[in-house]
């Protein structure tokens, strides 16, 4: 069995020793160094992380699989200060039809294993060269042997099998998603800093889909908690960011987590 065949299943269940040798014929076989394994938790959930490095660039590896991912606003139920943050938000549509717009739809797909960059990095600091747009983005990355996560492996990696609104649950925190606040910049169940910051929304193999954050517009607009926590959710989608980004000059500034392939 090929290790791009391995599943969060799968990898959970290996005993240390198992998920040692695993791990480093993962490493060998992506040109990379193991720096690190073992066990890791986060809000409620517990599993095993394992780190790597190749090319002064931070892994985590994220087993795959068949997976649920995608957001049922039919199954959400809002907590009171939900609905008074979406009412001071002043948005026309009801609150479950503005989700169901504003994520992507609950659907199962199927996944590689695959390594994911830890922490997403500004365009113009991973490719010096510069790009101007998504094709050159991808032609560049391509060169280095690595390429953005697909949506679909963007959301797997962002939520790990999590299911609810954020990768922590379905409600956020008091306040709003800036400065240190708990939950968002912990690393969540694979190691990832992820979906961290409304600023960072990130590219994807898709030119229409970035994800990740809003850029920061509901934030730094004064939209509310509401608006600016939803940018975080792991289903997100804003489908006019991606042009903003693109014809607005703002591909060198707009982040990347790179992906390297497991053979």
């Not at 599993?47 to 199954?75: C, K, Q, S």
């Amino acid at each position: 069995m090929s290790h791009a065949d391995l599943t969060l299943t799968g990898w959970s269940g290996l005993s240390d020793e198992a998920a040692l040798r695993t791990a480093t014929a993962i490493a060998g076989s992506t040109q990379a160094r193991l720096t690190g394994i073992g066990a890791h938790a986060y809000a409620g959930r517990s599993g095993r992380v394992a780190f790597f490095e190749r090319d002064d660039l931070r892994y985590a590896l994220v087993p795959g699989g068949t997976v649920a991912l995608g957001f049922d606003p039919d199954r959400f139920t809002p907590s009171a200060r939900q609905v008074a943050d979406f009412a001071e938000a002043e948005v026309e549509s009801a609150l479950t039809a503005f989700l169901a717009e504003m994520t992507s739809p609950a659907r199962t797909v199927t996944l590689p294993a695959r390594l994911v960059a830890v922490s997403s990095e500004v365009t113009d600091t991973l490719l010096p060269d510069g790009v101007d747009d998504h094709a050159e983005l991808i032609a560049a990355l391509g060169r280095r042997g690595l390429r953005p996560p697909s949506p679909d492996e963007w959301e797997h990696a962002c939520g790990a099998g999590a299911t609810t609104l954020f990768r922590w649950g379905s409600d956020y925190p008091a306040g709003e998603p800036y400065g240190k606040v708990p939950l968002i910049q912990d690393p969540n169940l694979l190691g990832l800093l992820i979906g961290d910051d409304p600023y960072r929304s990130e590219f994807t193999t898709d030119p229409a889909v970035l994800c990740g954050g809003d850029g920061g517009s509901a934030l730094c607009g004064g939209s509310g908690p509401f608006l600016s926590w939803l940018s975080v959710a792991t289903a997100f989608r804003d489908p006019d960011l991606a042009e903003v980004v693109q014809e607005g000059g703002l591909t060198g500034e707009t982040p990347i987590r790179p992906v390297l392939e497991i053979p």
